[in-house]
């Protein structure tokens, strides 16, 4: 701590004496530094807004888009082949409440869970972007990503009486790469109002799938593989530009100097 005589010089309104700056220690100082590294994050309590909407639509886009109902709904139609219409609404209902608690469970402890395995978000952030961003090339290509589901779970999930759950809830919709954007998108929340707004778009998007699923052959007839073929490269289009921002947010905050 430095002392400084002339503590009585005079500054402007508002501006901190100079005696002020001397006598600032250094957990202060770390302090300074955090804000400064933040100063590009506008909160809405400075502007006046109540939500910061543009982050919470954002997110939900970037879910919507991994998760992709439409581009689902043939391995839906394949996966309950058979079943009575109350049944294949049913296993709708259990995959859309599946997908619903692990995005949420996600939001809410994923970053105490990468804390416990000593992983910075940033990393995280360029792992969740690559895995995004070779989700996006399949979805591109129109084809299942590995990521969501291999052979042989494919052909394990045949088997299964009861594929609400497992497998079209988790991989096939929440999968490693909507749980990694929901862990990245809580921890880039300006605020506790935006993670609570965050949570209440992912249970949006639960409904969303539950009432796709639940008009799987309606629109499979309407939109065909070709239609929903189309949606699913829009879609991965949307994801790719996400997952490369993503990527190069990450790379950003570890390596700094990249910025210039």
Not at 34 to 49: F, N
Request: proline content about 5%.
């Amino acid at each position: 701590m430095f002392v400084v005589p002339a503590a009585q010089e005079r500054a402007g309104p508002g501006e901190p004496t100079f005696a002020a700056f001397a006598t600032l220690r250094p957990v202060d100082t770390f302090r300074r530094r955090e804000v400064g590294a933040r100063a590009d994050r506008v909160l809405p309590a400075e502007t006046g807004a109540i939500l910061d909407w543009t982050f919470i639509i954002k997110t939900g886009i970037s879910l919507l888009a991994i998760l992709n109902p439409l581009g689902a709904i043939p391995l839906f139609l394949g996966l309950t082949e058979g079943m009575e219409t109350t049944g294949r609404h049913r296993t709708g209902r259990s995959a859309s409440m599946a997908v619903a608690i692990v995005l949420v469970t996600a939001v809410w402890f994923g970053q105490d869970i990468l804390e416990i395995f000593g992983v910075r978000i940033a990393s995280f952030q360029i792992g969740g972007g690559v895995l995004a961003l070779l989700m996006a090339i399949d979805m591109l290509q129109a084809r299942l990503s590995p990521a969501k589901q291999t052979r042989e779970e494919a052909r394990e999930a045949g088997s299964r009486e009861s594929v609400g759950v497992v497998p079209l809830g988790i991989p096939l919709l929440a999968g490693p790469g909507s749980i990694s954007l929901a862990i990245v998108g809580a921890e880039q929340a300006p605020g506790m109002a935006e993670t609570v707004g965050l949570t209440l778009t992912i249970v949006l998007i639960g409904l969303i799938t539950w009432a796709v699923l639940r008009a799987a052959d309606p629109i499979g007839r309407v939109l065909g593989r070709t239609g929903i073929n189309i949606i699913t490269r829009l879609m991965g289009l949307v994801l790719a530009a996400i997952a490369i921002e993503f990527i190069a947010t990450g790379m950003a905050a570890l390596f700094p100097g990249l910025l210039g």
